[in-house]
Structures are given as C-alpha cells and as structure tokens.
C-alpha cells in the first residue's frame, strides 16, 4: 500500500482533521523531436499519461519512493529509453528525453538494355530522385513509414513495370523482399539513341 493512503487510514481511524507527514509530490520533465508521446510511471505507483503541445508531461500526488519513467510513440526511438527517479521529500522535475525518429531504406535495381544513369523517382510519403550506378543498383534512406511509388525513367527506354508502389512498415524494403520485386527491365525504344553514364546511386528523401 502507497505511504500517503496508509497516512490517510490512520489519520481517518484517530479521527484527525489535518493531515501531517502526508505530503504527496511530482515528477515532471518534457520530450523533444516528437509530439503526443506516452509516458508511463512504475514503481511506488503506477499512472501513465501524455506529453501535450509543448512536449511536457507531469505526474502528481506521488508519495516518496523509488519510479521509473518509461516514454513510447510507434516510430520513434528514445534516449534515454527510461529514468529512474527516486522522490525523498520533495518533488522532482528534469526527467527529459529526446526522440528520434526511426527510418528505413528502399533499394533495387535496374537491368536489361541500360543499367546505370537510370532516374528513379521516389514519391508518397516522401519525394526524392536518385540515379542507378554499379550495375544498375539505386537506393533511398531516411524514410518513414508509409506508401511510396518509384518510377524509373531514361529517354529512349521504356520500363517493366512502368512503377512500382509499395509500403514501408517497420522495416527496409529491398530487391530481395518477398513481397514485391523492387527491379525493372529496360527496353530501348526503336528509334531513339539513348543515353548512358553513371552518378551516385544513393538519395536522402526530404
């Protein structure tokens, strides 16, 4: 039983009006780089809540004790990943955390009459472009969860398939994923000359 209800009982049994020695305290701190974060509270008591607009958080009525504070958004890492916090006799604030989003990659590649200097247009939850290179290989990072479409593009070929859509969710997603091929067959046109060449193969969505 927490020390302030076992206060409450003893001074409800001897009939007291004022409580004494039956001080409750608080636990506050703030979250940056994500919004909406769940904050949970163990040890001498148990409570949870969320950060608001500001990334703040705030427990209350705590008696003295030892708790741990534990922060948790889907998509987000968070450093540190809890606090241990011990509350003697007086309130304790400070307890901050900084998240950090997790994000994934998409790679594939492009083969058959050209390979590299292949545009790659990524777009969705995120846009970036990118060019194949080292055999027709391309990449994307720093992506978040979502739905994307990537459209190879080179004047003078054409591509099967035309695009490819697709759902980041939890995890990278590469040539070699089971569920959708990331790689295309170029074709050249008849009648058009083509180009070649090769840059960097790798983007940084925005």
Request: aromatic fraction near 8%; proline fraction near 4%.
């Amino acid at each position: 039983m927490n020390s302030w209800k076992k206060c409450f009982r003893l001074a409800a049994a001897v009939g007291l009006v004022t409580l004494l020695g039956c001080e409750s305290f608080s636990i506050s701190g703030a979250i940056t780089g994500a919004t909406g974060v769940a904050v949970s509270l163990t040890g001498a008591a148990s409570a949870s809540t969320a950060t608001d607009g500001n990334g703040s958080y705030l427990f209350l009525s705590l008696a003295n004790g030892s708790y741990t504070l534990t922060p948790s958004k889907p998509g987000y890492t968070f450093n540190p990943p809890n606090i241990a916090v011990a509350v003697n006799g007086g309130s304790v604030s400070g307890q901050n955390f900084t998240a950090t989003a997790v994000t994934y990659s998409i790679s594939g590649a492009v083969s058959g009459a050209i390979a590299d200097g292949v545009l790659i247009t990524l777009s969705g939850a995120m846009n970036a472009t990118t060019t194949t290179a080292g055999g027709g290989l391309y990449s994307f990072s720093g992506l978040a969860n979502g739905s994307y479409t990537l459209t190879p593009s080179e004047p003078g070929y054409s591509f099967s398939p035309v695009s490819i859509a697709l759902t980041v969710s939890g995890g990278n997603v590469t040539g070699q994923n089971a569920a959708v091929a990331l790689s295309w067959s170029a074709v050249r046109d008849v009648g058009e000359l083509g180009s070649s060449g090769s840059t960097p193969s790798s983007a940084q969505a925005s």
